[in-house]
């Protein structure tokens, strides 16, 4: 199943991740988008202490990425930004986090885990896009964190030939 | 206001952020940070905070050697030119009109020192549910601690009694105002003077490390006897502690009387539900699947506490 190139994990039915996907392929990209499964017998007992819906989605994403084996991988949510950590850490291959929320201090305090692996993918070196200014603003003020706006797949495509090269 | 803060960058920047927003005009008050300049996250953050830009926030670097919170809150408040001092700590986020309630409070009693109130921070409220580990902070003023996390006190006082103890680790805030009381001071409560506490999730071993810090209670005990008062049978720091020797005491003795070892054990076993899960079997379980870590954690406040009782020449367990 390796195949080097983009893999895209998102929750299931991400609709920014769907449209890249197709756009990649559209443009010729070795792209592979997959949903990572959330573990029945512990996602009620981490919902119950208060984690991120699908946060047994970890255990699925990391091994899914070690089995891929992407050349770059993003990721689109707070459960799977600690897997991006994890693989940037180790490989040293870019890795890219899009975040579909505002992510004040409210957001990243509402469930735990969340500011967390948001951190720590920002120290492991995790480029970081938010889909609006609003979104960007949000991060830098409650985190700090710069984050590129990117709204289009086009543009997620130009950042992955950037990140690449 | 004065701000001793050590690598906790994100939670100094929510403590900042919160400053910015104070509906007090910004000319009416200055902010210093005082840090350990260890942590770069920390140096890079009061370099850029939009506080700094605009000039109203001053950061100093503690020296080696001098990084206790007393020795950095005296750094912090000799530096402030205000004749009201505002200390809160950097796990603290003030709510939006705390400068001005604290204003309004000053000047309503000139020369006394405000205590305000302290919430756990209702935005985190899911970790204080649900991490089995969790530190923060409720207070309730007037209380006899006088917690520096939110409390101000007119400069001529801080001068008067020469601040805090450098070298206390722990206690230090409760020692300050002990001693302003016995110069003359009086402590108004101002209960809308709000601050939320962070809700901060630790991990078994963390909490268990960090218990013996607490081991210079015993110093405060032995300058101020008069807290003694406020303690649970005047020994005991917190009436867990009681409980968890008793149970040692009734684990020992398991062997020759099992009602006598139940019935010791049971004040321990009776309070382990501390975060209020409630009586539902899964509430249940997972208050008996916390109980090691418990014993663990009361053993270790237990050994702190004992050592500072042995170093100090003075009971408090």
Redesign the interface.
Known sequence: MRHGGVLLLSPPGDRLARGLAQTLATAGETARLLSPTVLPLIEGRLE???YEPGASRRLSAAALVRVCAPELLHVFSAVEAAVAAQWRSRTGRPAVLSLDAIPT??WL????GR?GWI?AASSAGVTVAMGSPAAAHALQ????LPARVIDTAEAYHALYARLRS | MVVATRDRPVRLRWLLNSLEEQSAPARRFQVVVVHDGESAPTQQLLRSHPLSRSGQLECLTASPGRTHPGAMRNLGWHAASAPLILFTDDDCRPAIDWLERALTAAALNPGSVIQGATLPDPDEAVVAETAPWVRTLHVAPPTPWAETCNIAYPRAWLERVGGFDDDMRVGEDTDLWLRVRRAGGRLVPAPDMLCYHAVEEHSLLETVRTAGRWRDLALLARRHPEVRRHLWGRMWWKPEHAAFLSALLGAALAGRSRTAAAALALPWVLGLDRRGYGAHPRALARSLAEAPGRALIDAAELVGLARGSIRYRTLLL
Do not use: E, P, V, Y
């Not at chain 1, 305090?109 to 735990?112: F, G």
């Open positions: 119950r202490r208060g201090r409210q305090m509402a469930r735990r500011l951190l003020r409650s985190l700090g």
